[in-house]
């Protein structure tokens, strides 16, 4: 398989395509464990994407991608900068979501994220703690966190 200029493995790449012609100065590549878009010809922008970070993954065919073998995924992703990312007119969409699910999927498992970390859930398991003053020494005094709330 080709590698990328960091030697990572390239499992797809692909442009944005007009109709099924790839004239685009818009390109995708998939390697294990991200993603990465480089969009514009005179300014271009480089974009990295770890996989773990994607939350939900959305296909999205008009009739004219349908004729033509196109499709934009959309990735809604846990990021500070964009919280979607549109792989606009790619070829053979469906197998491509597949598969970013499949390396999505293992890359979490990779991190050991678990959905809590995402969604804005605790880290500290309820059953390890018995009462306040417990969850005050784990977190520590000096964090800001005011337990007491009769003051």
């Known amino acids: 398989m080709a590698t ?4 990572e493995e390239i499992i797809w790449k692909d442009r944005k395509h007009f109709m099924w012609f ?3 100065f818009t390109k995708y590549e998939l390697t294990e464990d991200r993603l990465y878009s480089q969009t514009g010809f005179l300014n271009t922008h480089y974009d990295e994407l ?3 970070r994607v939350l939900d993954i959305c ?3 008009n009739l004219a991608q349908k ?3 196109t499709g934009t995924i959309t990735l809604k992703v846990k990021a500070d900068s964009e919280s979607i ?7 053979s969409p469906l197998i491509v979501k597949r598969e970013l699910s499949d390396l999505v ?3 979490r498992r990779k991190m050991h994220v678990v959905g809590k970390e995402f969604y804005g859930g605790d880290n500290i398991p309820s059953s390890e703690f ?5 969850i005050e020494e784990e977190i520590g005094e000096d964090d800001g966190f005011d337990f007491d709330h009769t003051k």
């Open 4 to 7: 990328n200029s960091l030697n």
């Open 22 to 24: 790839p004239f685009s």
């Open 50 to 52: 770890l996989l773990y």
């Open 59 to 61: 296909l999205e065919r």
């Open 67 to 69: 004729l033509f073998g």
């Open 85 to 91: 990312i549109r792989l606009e007119n790619i070829k």
């Open 105 to 107: 999927e293992e890359a």
């Open 130 to 134: 018995n009462d306040e003053e417990d």
